[in-house]
């Protein structure tokens, strides 16, 4: 979580007002959220992944950005139902853990929030949801995450056979489609992303940013993965890219997934990880799925409308 924003204060640009008129622009079951409080999250997330501070980009990222919102409504729901607290002390350790990592005081670090035009509260506001969203995976999901050993066998297996052939590091940003109307939405949000990595944007950043997959802690890094290790789908495209390159939105049944191959090599008999990394690579990969569907169905069952 510390490292969600650490590039968020290397910017020093003023953000003109964006849509400052306070309005309830959603409701999530019993809970809203202002028309303040997303122009607020979409000056934050602006200038923690370093877009222009343009109309435009407001416009583009805005409904990916409600939709951040409105997960951050649920998840925090759903701690509250399992009596789950996020203490002041939780957000305090997060703040000064974020400003330590930009060499800067707790002071410091919120009087460049205002410099930035963000209340410190929207950015604590967005750390208490993810720190009440791990703290309710590690207490409701973490326990039905189960990798038999047979698992690791069959991994290990595949990955001998795998010697000597190629191995990618690849990098994802995952954008969900949770019902067909969101399909173009969704897919001109990916396209949108790739413009502004045109324009300078980094894909790590971007991942931090807008990635609903739980790589996007890591900046969207899968690590080392061989063409068996990878979803089909997503196995024919990293096939015929090249390191440095980043793919088009790519549609597969659950979202659109945006690649970026950062290198290939020939994987060497004696990299194989041992079976300690793979039952953490399993776990990992399995945790991401059940995060997903739980994340899912809380949005299936909530009443959420969009002004």
Do not use: C
Not at 37 to 52: K, V, W, Y
Not at 186 to 212: E, N, P, T, W
Not at 266 to 282: G, H, M
């Amino acid at each position: 979580m510390a490292k969600y924003l650490l590039i968020l204060f290397a910017l020093a640009l003023a953000a003109p007002a964006f849509a400052d008129e306070v309005g309830i622009i959603a409701t999530v079951n019993n809970d809203i959220i202002t028309t303040h409080e997303l122009s607020q999250r979409i000056e934050l997330l602006i200038g923690a992944n370093g877009l222009p501070r343009a109309d435009e980009t407001r416009k583009d990222i805005a409904p990916q950005v409600l939709h951040s919102m409105i997960d951050d409504k649920l998840r925090l729901e759903a701690a509250d139902a399992s009596s789950i607290k996020v203490t002041d002390e939780d957000i305090r350790k997060a703040m000064a853990n974020i400003a330590g990592s930009n060499n800067m005081s707790v002071d410091q670090f919120t009087d460049m929030l205002a410099s930035q035009g963000v209340d410190k509260d929207t950015l604590q506001d967005q750390l208490r949801a993810e720190i009440a969203w791990h703290k309710y995976v590690e207490q409701r999901i973490v326990p039905n995450v189960d990798v038999p050993p047979s698992e690791i066998d069959r991994m290990e297996a595949q990955l001998k056979s795998d010697a000597n052939q190629q191995q990618y590091l690849v990098a994802e940003i995952f954008l969900p489609v949770d019902a067909p109307v969101d399909d173009q939405k969704v897919r001109d949000f990916g396209a949108d992303l790739i413009k502004q990595m045109s324009q300078g944007a980094k894909f790590s950043a971007l991942a931090h940013g807008f990635s609903q997959s739980a790589s996007a802690s890591r900046s969207g890094d899968l690590g080392w993965q061989t063409l068996s290790q990878m979803p089909p789908e997503l196995a024919r495209i990293v096939h015929v890219m090249r390191p440095g390159q980043v793919s088009k939105p790519m549609r597969t049944l659950r979202g659109y997934y945006i690649l970026y191959l950062r290198d290939a090599r020939t994987l060497d008999p004696k990299d194989i990880p041992t079976r300690e990394k793979l039952q953490d690579a399993a776990f990992n990969q399995q945790l991401d799925l059940l995060q997903r569907r739980d994340l899912r169905d809380l949005r299936n069952k909530a009443f959420i409308e969009i002004k």
